[in-house]
DNA sequence: TGATGATTGTTCTACTATATAACAATTATG
DNA sequence: CATAATTGTTATATAGTAGAACAATCATCA
């Protein structure tokens, strides 16, 4: 009853690889499935050369003209250290432009450039495609929407 | 009927901050609640000095012992070359032993040790709380077995 | 059998992402 | 005004990951 896999008749045992162990827990789970979801977006993106972080703080700052640095950056989680190259490399793009605002002349504001507005037409389409994607994969905008919900879940503090 | 923020009289616009362009997009949220998760398992398992990747090396080995350091890497989805230092840590703090098997001497075979096994029984247990918490944070098993089942489709390929 | 190719572990290197500290310029606060 | 806090920036350190190369070993097959 408990016997699950007869012993070969004088070979070794040879049992599969059990990897449920792992592959059971969830923030592994969640791990793998935020690795594939990025490898796909990243494929998506290699012709425009544009990493997800990119991707993103470009939405940002697009919804957001006129943010400060460290807005977009913290609202991305980024340090504001390492988010400063980040926008070098738009900025070297032509896609992002910095002005010190005078009321603040410690900051840099963010604005498109543009060329940037341009982009990032073509950007959120290709991310819109990619989103509808994944949606097909989930089974659905319904799927989709509990999926964000049970992640929101894990996101609470404590 | 759509003027939802009455601008207020005689000072600047300033209208809220817009992330949802963001954290409406299904990579976006699978990235930032795993990063949350994580954090919370790495904080849980601080005292013991254990990465996540220690902790899955580790049950892969318990539930598979005798594999060779290229099964474990695999199912981890870790190069081989990136594997040698996890397992030499591990085996440097006496929890992991290489042994050559006779029948590929190009191989080596991982096993817990002594120490190696009775430190996963804690390592599980932590473990095991967390899972806990996460399921209670998602509002159930029932919730939980919804959430992987729908990280499981965002794993096919294509 | 022997020649050739594939596999495994390993080292080295490089690149990305992230974290911290320090600093100057500026602003906020008492 | 004196002091503290903020912002952008640079420099640095650490993980994680990716690729190339290599020796030892095993598999294949003519």
């Known amino acids: ?3 699950q896999n007869p012993a070969p008749p004088g070979k070794a045992p040879r049992r599969r690889f059990r990897a449920d162990v792992v592959t ?13 979801v990025f490898q796909q977006f990243i494929a998506r993106f290699a012709a425009h050369d544009l990493r997800p972080a990119d991707y993103s703080a470009l939405a940002l700052i697009e919804a957001n ?6 807005e977009i950056a913290r609202a991305l989680g980024i340090k504001r250290a390492n988010f400063v190259a980040l926008i ?3 900025e070297g793009r032509g896609l992002v432009e910095r002005r010190q ?3 603040d002349r410690r900051s840099q504001a963010l604005y498109l ?4 507005i341009e ?3 073509v950007f959120n389409k290709v991310q819109a495609d990619f989103e509808a994607h994944c949606i097909d994969k989930l089974g659905g905008v319904a799927a989709r929407d509990q999926l964000m919900d049970l992640l929101g879940r894990l996101l609470i503090e404590e």
Request: aromatic share 2%; net charge positive.
């Open 119 to 121: 982009q990032i037409a």
């Open 65 to 70: 003209p006129g943010s400060k640095q460290i």
């Open 101 to 103: 605002p005078a009321d």
């Open 24 to 36: 059971g827990i969830v923030g592994y789970r969640l791990r793998r499935a935020q690795i594939a």
């Open 88 to 90: 070098n490399g738009l």
């Open 113 to 116: 450039t543009q060329r940037g």
């Open 1 to 3: 009853m408990n016997e």
